[in-house]
């Protein structure tokens, strides 16, 4: 009942009209006048809500970068009394109001009740990039083993999306280096760990590395798959027939091409897409492979429940491979086969991939 009433009163214009008013007059605008010298009239006004400081090393630094430099001022805006300035006097000292709520919202972004924890704080100096890493880059073959790359194709790799990852310094911390982002990155690749794992071996924070794994990927993929991973030619589809002939003894074969379902957690209000015939949830690779098992074209993400024909079919790969635009090499006859004329070339793949 109180509630209503409050509100219907609230909501009530005769009642506004007819309430009376027990606050002082604000009292008359004054606007400062124009200073006719630097720091002749300075304007102080009070933040609160964070912790305390230093009053004396305030005033010592004023003293010492203000007034000595430009004199005593004729004249001080206080924003403590309304009588003076206030908030609610913007054609007073306006501007003051305006920068110190700027600075409030700056400073409660930096509150002590959220503070660092104490091992990021100290992860220049016992971070597992800062220390052990430094030391592993003066032995090729223990580096290899920790984060699958030697020193000098870690350095190349850098050298190529550096300029992706990097990020830059703010008035508030200093960024994560591109390096150490890539040794996250690797480093999550090579072992497989948790984020929270990584997080406390390079002592920083697990969002911080779950935005930096997703990142680094997809700067590496886009930095490296038009030279390491671009749809063969015809030249190169013809010199991986060749390996297949000369190492399997299969002849006019290109690749060879499977899909894996990946296991994942089952990702929520996504019903049974990710639900595959195994009774579990997955995410698809289908890999199309040469004669030594390299990549050649993969694709990744495709829904659990569906088929590896499916996979391909709705892949950009398979698309052109049904377009005839892979640029195959022409038929050729088979090796003791003459008679039988020239033949197309193949690729090799399980009953779950239709020949068609």
Known sequence: MAEETKGFVAACSICARGKSSHRA???LLRPLPVPHRPWSRIAVDFLTGPPPSDALETANLLVLQVFRL??????IALGASASLSSGY????????ERAIQDLGSALRCLDTKHPVHETIRSRTELGEFHRLLQELRLD???????????PAQFDDLLARIGSRISRLDTNYRRSISASERLSIRLRYLATGDSYRTIANSFRVGITTVSSIVPNVATAIWDSLVEEFMAVPSTDEWRSIAGRFEERWNFPLCCVALDGKNVVIKAPAHLGSQFYNYKGTFSLVLLAVVDAEYCFRVIDVGGYGRTSDGGILANSAFGAALQSGILQLPADLPLPGADHRGPQPHVFV????????
Do not use: C, F, K
Request: no cysteine; aromatic share 2%; proline share 11%.
């Open 349 to 356: 793949a399980d009953e779950a991939i239709p020949s068609e």
């Open 89 to 96: 006097h913007p054609q007073t000292n306006g501007r003051t």
């Open 25 to 27: 007059p604000a009292g």
């Open 140 to 150: 090729d073959d223990r580096l290899q083993r920790y984060l699958r790359l030697t």
């Open 70 to 75: 430009h004199g005593i001022p004729q004249d």
